[in-house]
């Protein structure tokens, strides 16, 4: 946690309100579920990078394989077994140069903004995270602009937010102070807001796009 998601004393480039705190994120993320729906599992799994009953690694074949199973690429640098633009991989590509870049600490709940009408319900993903820099985040964000699951999703929401040290609240703005909150813009309204629109999450464990079980991770994105 110290290396990973609080913020150290005297730590550049973080300011110095920060130290003990870390940065949290949180993103709305709408699945355009009728399209998904019509991709075969087995793309679904190279799309995300793990197998969809299980959760496991791509390496792992049997279906009772445990979602636990270490993710790794040492013997497929060429993305035959787990492809190079999958979701996984690019959130954290396991290479020298994305080491300071691909550790988070995060939980992921689904949502369901109901009713809707079918076959394409307002239903997705509310992904939270926190990192001891927020260029952490923006820089696995940023690889992962161009992964394959792009055309199945789209942002509607979202809010990054640093968290203090004092007790895990945020001061009022006033000099000297941070701000409460960064917004984000709301993709179906067109404007900047917290959170695009009301939603129940829950967690992951029913209706998901993606079978994953829920876990706390400073490994990256699922």
């Not at 003990?20 to 190279?46: A, C, H, N, S």
Request: charged content about 20%; aromatic content about 8%; glycine content about 6%.
């Amino acid at each position: 946690m110290n290396h990973e998601v609080w913020v150290q004393p005297g730590a550049p480039p973080e300011p110095a309100w920060t130290a003990g705190g870390t940065y949290q994120v949180v993103r709305i993320i709408r699945m355009f579920l009728d399209q998904w729906g019509k991709v075969p599992v087995e793309e679904q799994e190279r799309i995300f990078g793990r197998r969809k009953v299980s959760g496991a690694p791509m390496y792992a074949t049997s279906p009772d394989a445990p979602d636990t199973l270490p993710t790794l690429y040492t013997n497929d640098p060429e993305g035959q077994l787990t492809p190079l633009n999958c979701h996984i991989r690019l959130a954290n590509p396991q290479t020298p140069e994305t080491a300071a870049t691909s550790a988070i600490l995060r939980r992921s709940y689904q949502y369901d903004n109901s009713p809707q009408i079918q076959p394409n319900p307002n239903m997705g993903h509310v992904f939270c995270c926190f990192q001891q820099q927020l260029a952490t985040y923006i820089a696995m964000q940023t690889r992962l602009e161009n992964e394959t699951l792009v055309p199945f999703i789209s942002p509607i929401g979202g809010l990054l937010r640093p968290r203090t040290a004092d007790l895990m609240r945020v001061p009022d703005d006033r000099a000297g102070s941070p701000p409460t909150h960064r917004v984000c813009c709301n993709a179906e309204e067109d404007r900047c807001v917290c959170f695009g629109s009301p939603v129940r999450a829950r967690r992951s464990g029913s209706h998901r796009p993606h079978d994953r079980r829920p876990q706390w991770s400073a490994s990256g994105c699922w």
